[in-house]
Nanobody
């Protein structure tokens, strides 16, 4: 089993920065492609960014490209999302996810394991 736990959410001022973390609770002897999604009240879950198993390539949605950066530290079994120049519209619950497929995906249905989510609120 794979268990994922997000942390780092909270309240931040518009224009500020925040770093989210997603830690795996088990050693698996291998890594998998992972991604970040977000969901605002009344909205569908939205793809944010994804990263290959070894961190060599990343894929980011146009809505956050240039502001958000995904990365991972496989030795620490941790996925990160660095969020800069935050906007009020970025307010949402952010989820990390893992897919057992061999490449990053952008559809929530293609991910197999999910964290519990962490709330990010951007104030002006």
């Amino acid at each position: 089993q794979v268990q994922l736990v997000e942390s780092g959410g909270g309240l931040v001022q518009a224009g500020g920065s925040l770093r989210l973390s997603c830690a795996a609770s088990e050693r698996t002897f291998r890594s998998y492609p992972m991604g970040w999604f977000r969901q605002a009240p009344g909205k569908e879950r939205e793809f944010v960014s994804a990263i290959t198993s070894n961190g060599g390539s990343t894929y980011t949605s146009d809505s956050v490209k240039g502001r958000f950066t995904i990365s991972r530290d496989n030795a620490k079994k941790t996925l990160y999302l660095q969020m800069n120049s935050l906007e009020v519209e970025d307010t949402a619950v952010y989820y990390c996810a893992l897919t057992i497929r061999g490449w990053p995906r952008a559809r929530p249905s293609e991910y197999d394991y999910w964290g519990q989510g962490t709330q990010v609120t951007v104030s002006s």
